[in-house]
């Protein structure tokens, strides 16, 4: 177990540095059965993406040890999707993720690390298809 | 289709199960064991397994684009989750408008539990077709 200080001077000197590239296919078994997870019967999905879907195809976190050896668990703090182009069934998105921040806040049961992740995706073309800034808490 | 500021979108009710919670795990991809291990996630200080926060900003989406239909395109979705939310517990999903700017319009959205406790707030941005 490390100190809040600790775990937060280790994780800066990982800003800016981007995990490996995952490049995955946006398929349509993969579409229909993220759509019945969520419960959204809309035809629309068994082409296009829905607005969360981009998560399912690679980790939106770098695993980082240094991270868990703080606290006890991790919490989702919050999701911004911005969009850019549809992802469509057959498109090969790559996904880059990356730590652009750490800070720590006094929660109710003691200091809470927080840890932003932003990840860029790009279809086959190039082209950008969304960025995705999360808030990793580490409790 | 014609937005105004102050408008509610009509909501969106989910009833997510534990069964439900593991075909998201699957879904997505996220193994993480408080959302389907019962001893575990008691063993981390949680009440139960809880919902996945992308989950609930599953169903916030769902809101927005059934509201949306093919009047526009999302620009930007954004979500905070301020309260963890249990299986076997509706959870009710609402919007309203909050600025209307030309094509481009804010909702405000957030899901609330059964108490009426907003465990997850957040903003859209969508760009209406002309």
Redesign the interface.
């Known amino acids: 177990m490390i100190t809040t200080a600790e775990a937060i001077d280790r994780i800066k000197t990982r800003i800016g540095v981007e995990g490996p590239a995952v490049t995955a296919l946006v398929e349509a078994g993969?579409l229909r059965?993220?759509a019945?997870?969520?419960?959204?019967p809309?035809p629309?999905w068994e082409r296009e993406a829905?607005?969360?879907f981009l998560?399912?195809l690679a980790?939106v976190s770098l695993h980082l040890s240094d991270a868990e050896e703080y606290g006890?668990?991790?919490?989702?703090?919050?999701?911004?999707?911005?969009?850019f182009a549809?992802a469509m069934v057959g498109d090969q998105i790559t996904a880059k993720v990356r730590v652009v921040d750490v800070y720590d806040k006094a929660g109710s049961?003691g200091n809470l690390l927080f840890i932003i992740f932003e990840t860029d995706y790009t279809n086959q073309r190039g082209e950008k298809v969304a960025r995705l800034r999360g808030?990793a808490i580490r409790r | 289709m014609k937005v105004e500021v102050g408008d509610e979108i009509p909501e969106l009710v989910k009833h997510p199960t534990t069964r439900q919670l593991v075909q998201y795990a699957g879904a997505q991809g996220d193994f993480y064991e408080i959302h389907y291990d019962q001893p575990y996630a008691k063993s981390v200080g949680l009440p139960g397994v809880i919902l996945h926060g992308l989950l609930k900003a599953g169903f916030v989406g769902q809101l927005v684009t059934d509201w949306l239909g093919d009047n526009g395109a999302l620009k930007t979705f954004e979500v905070s989750y301020r309260g963890v939310d249990m299986p076997g517990h509706p959870y009710r999903c609402r919007g309203r408008v909050t600025r209307v700017d030309g094509k481009e319009v804010e909702l405000e959205v957030w899901g609330e539990d059964e108490g009426g406790k907003r465990t997850t707030v957040g903003t859209a941005t969508v760009l209406m077709r002309p």
């Not at chain 1, 019945?36 to 959204?40: Q, V």
């Open positions: 993969h059965r993220f019945e997870a969520i419960g959204d809309n629309r829905p607005p969360t998560v399912a980790p006890q668990g991790w919490l989702n703090g919050g999701n911004r999707f911005e969009y549809p049961t808030t």
